[in-house]
């Protein structure tokens, strides 16, 4: 199976490149969508809540989820609780990633 890695800064067209592909049936892994996805999960919303509810006001909402948007403002301005943020995602994305490409092995091409 081919696979190809979509980069870039933000705002350089790869969600469109992404749309494009997906409309000509490629698989498209979006780690966006999947970080998004994995706040949404208890392991995960308890997991940020023991390493920054104690740094950051309001981080959990009435509904139960995480506040994504009081959580990127502190870690966007701290490396070292950006890499902390990181070491909590990350292990749970490459799993997801990774059962993706199992998922899709008979495929020609998948992007990442």
């Known amino acids: 199976m081919l696979k ?3 980069t870039g800064k933000i705002a350089t067209g790869k ?3 992404s749309k494009i592909l997906k409309e000509m049936d490629y698989k498209v892994f979006d ?3 999947e970080v998004a996805n994995l ?3 208890k392991p995960v919303i308890n997991l940020v809540l023991e390493a920054f509810s104690h740094k950051i006001s309001s981080l959990l ?4 989820k995480l506040n994504t948007s009081n959580l990127g403002q502190y ?3 701290n ?3 950006l890499i ?3 070491k909590i995602l990350y292990p749970e994305l490459k799993k997801k990633k990774g059962l993706f490409l199992f998922r899709k092995q008979k495929r020609k091409s998948s992007f990442l």
């Open 4 to 6: 190809i890695a979509i």
């Open 15 to 17: 969600t469109t490149i």
């Open 31 to 33: 780690s966006d969508v």
């Open 39 to 41: 706040y949404k999960t």
């Open 61 to 64: 909402l009435d509904n139960g």
């Open 75 to 77: 870690v966007f301005k």
């Open 79 to 81: 490396t070292e609780e």
């Open 84 to 86: 902390k943020l990181e």
